[in-house]
């Protein structure tokens, strides 16, 4: 029984500067297509959006193949992934250097795979001599798996080497894109890649809600003759094909209209921008984010030879307090800040400069409050030298 007041007041989120590792705010543009009438699962004028959004998610990617957005954040596209590649009993290689390496491993034995994993030292990248050893232990490997933007870290996983060698042993070549879609090359087709997911609400510029995904030929072919159903009928891409691509659509769950929308009006500005421009921007920002904290004194985790520009990894100076330091962050300059995860969590700061929010003021802006906040904290450092120093990369580039 529902007793006292129980009416629920009006929706007056606060407007915060999203500087974490996701999601990131969102552009007007993406937020007024959200506002447009909807329309029937199989309306043709939906069906035409779909085809909108599937070429656009083509160009991101990088390939020529069949792509789609799964309904759900990027850990359903994971999930739909492992769950259509992988049958009971199947082997999977996973490379495991962080948070999302761990659920990956986690999700590869429910389904009931054996799985091999490949421990990194959080903040670093893989040798692939211990990728090779683990194939050459193996009888047969099914599925390798990594994830190329470690969002829990800032690394930047290189895919090349590790598609090369799944190829090499016959087996099919899985990444996690959620961080690096829209802010790193993928190159899907060109390496060749035969599974990748992602998520809307970081550097493609949508809120969260839909998993992008890209699929090869070769894994439709895998998906096709298994021997047993995916354990999971939402996500079986082989019912979801029918319905995203083709004449005749068969009708399989009602799509979230509003998202698709978002989706397209995003991947539209991404056109607009041009998708190395976008990568430059990224780039062009995270390296003065950089250059200005380390002359602030604070010490990156991961090195600029495989970091990335879109995620920066900050150890909290000792003695400082990383609750109470990201509430005044909050409360005093309205910008959130990421926590550590896992075995990073109280010992780092995820800073993130994605999508829309990927921009010089905002690169200044975070410099300028930490040169406030940190002296108030006890950390002693030299006035203005993480915004002269962020500057002059600015201006260099």
Known sequence: MIT??????????????????GPANINSRVLRAMTAPLLGYLDPDFVRIMD???????????????????????????????????????????????????????????LGATVVRIPVEWG????????????????????????????????LQSLTELSRLAKEYGALFMADTVTSLGANKIGFD??????AFSGTQKCIGA?????????????????????????????DIGLLRKYWEGGERVYHHTAPMSMVYALREALRMVQEEGLEKRWQRHTRNGKALR???????????VPEAYCLYQLTSVLIPQGIDDLKFRQ?????????????????????WRLGLM?????????????????????????????????????????QT
């Open 4 to 21: 006292g007041d129980s009416s629920i007041p009006e929706l007056n989120p606060p407007s915060r500067l999203l500087l974490g590792p």
């Open 52 to 110: 909108d959004v599937a070429v656009g998610l083509r160009q991101v990617f990088g390939t020529k193949s069949f792509t789609l957005p799964v309904s759900g954040t990027g850990s359903a596209g994971m999930e739909a992934g492992l769950a259509n590649l992988l049958e009971p009993g199947d082997t999977v290689i996973v490379v495991d250097a962080g948070y999302f390496g761990d659920r990956m491993v986690e999700m590869a034995e429910r």
């Open 124 to 155: 670093k990248v893989v040798e692939i001599g211990e990728v090779r050893k683990a194939f050459q232990a193996q009888k047969k490997v099914k599925l390798l798996t990594c994830v190329h933007a470690e969002t829990s870290t800032g690394v």
């Open 190 to 195: 060109e390496l060749g890649i035969d599974f």
């Open 207 to 235: 809120p969260p809600g839909l998993s992008p995904c890209a699929v090869s030929t070769a894994a439709l072919q895998v998906i096709s003759t298994r021997k047993t159903k995916p354990y999971s009928w939402y996500l």
């Open 291 to 301: 250059a200005g904290l380390q002359a602030l004194g604070l010490k990156l985790l």
């Open 328 to 348: 005044a962050l909050l409360r005093e300059y309205n910008i959130e800040a990421g926590a550590g995860l896992g075995k990073f969590r109280s010992q780092i």
């Open 355 to 395: 999508g829309e929010n990927s921009t010089p003021a905002n690169v200044l802006l975070l410099l300028s409050a930490l040169e406030k906040l940190l002296p108030q904290n006890g950390y002693e450092l030299a006035p203005g030298a993480g915004v002269a120093a962020a500057s002059k990369v600015l201006a």
